[in-house]
């Protein structure tokens, strides 16, 4: 099956910081999704992008589908975007519908 | 709009023995899926319903899970015996459409401890 990497897995920023999270995909996706899960272990929908470029306040997203990669940019980092992020793939392959494949995440930390 | 319910919370039971979650989805959304998440690690896909139908069970345990959609709007998944390596987070998500392209919406979870 579609094999999906993050990195960095831990992130530790003062209060204000900017980030860079990255997905790397190992085949051909038509979805992707960025997860944001709060420590209450709620999951949040960000982004569905399999492809270009979207923002949402201060959170923005570009994938590059021909070169397998997603990446998530955090401005100013706040407390409340502490949490575990996540990249889901459905692979362009997968003939069952919307199966997403998530990654091991990356644990951010957001210090005041 | 009331999000994904799921039910309960918070589970402890001994070894062995059966247990149940319930899921309710978003109003509408015509797909579920009940996925695993162990610790420090993302979410698995257990099976996935298109109304009363499971689509893709593939990586359900059958030997002890089962699940069912019941009038294609809530979802019991069961395990009966539960074994230590049960213990997870059990997260249920509703979409409004079954193609690939469709929006996965989570509900809160249910944290199992097996002792």
């Known amino acids: 099956g579609i094999q999906v990497e993050q990195s960095p897995p831990d992130l530790i920023l003062q209060e204000g910081a900017n980030s860079t999270l990255r997905c790397n995909f190992s085949?051909?996706?038509?979805?992707l999704q960025w997860f944001h899960q709060n420590p209450w272990g709620q999951l949040i929908n960000l982004f569905y992008i399999p492809s270009g470029t979207k923002q949402n306040g201060r959170l923005s997203a570009t994938t590059v589908a021909t070169e397998r990669y997603s990446l998530l940019y955090i401005s100013s980092s706040q407390t409340t975007d502490s949490g575990v992020y996540f990249c889901?793939?459905?692979?362009?392959?997968?003939?069952?519908?919307?199966?997403?494949?998530f990654g091991e995440g990356t644990q951010l930390t957001v210090n005041p | 709009e009331a999000g994904v319910v799921q039910s309960p919370r918070y589970k402890i039971i001994e070894k062995k023995q059966p247990v149940a979650f319930w899921c309710n989805p978003i109003?509408?959304?015509?797909?579920l899926y009940w996925y695993l998440q162990n610790l420090g690690q993302g979410p698995e896909l257990l099976i996935r319903y298109e109304n009363e139908e499971a689509v893709d069970d593939s990586q359900l345990p059958k030997d002890r899970f089962s699940a069912e959609r019941l009038k294609g709007v809530d979802s019991t998944l069961k395990i009966q015996p539960a074994e230590l390596g049960d213990s997870a987070v059990y997260l249920c998500a509703s979409s409004f459409g079954t193609g690939w392209q469709e929006t996965q919406y989570f509900g809160p979870g249910t944290r199992l401890l097996v002792l």
């Open positions: 889901a793939v459905t692979s362009f392959w997968e003939t069952s519908g919307s199966r997403l494949t």
């Open positions: 109003s509408g959304h015509n797909t």
């Open positions: 085949d051909s996706v038509n979805n």
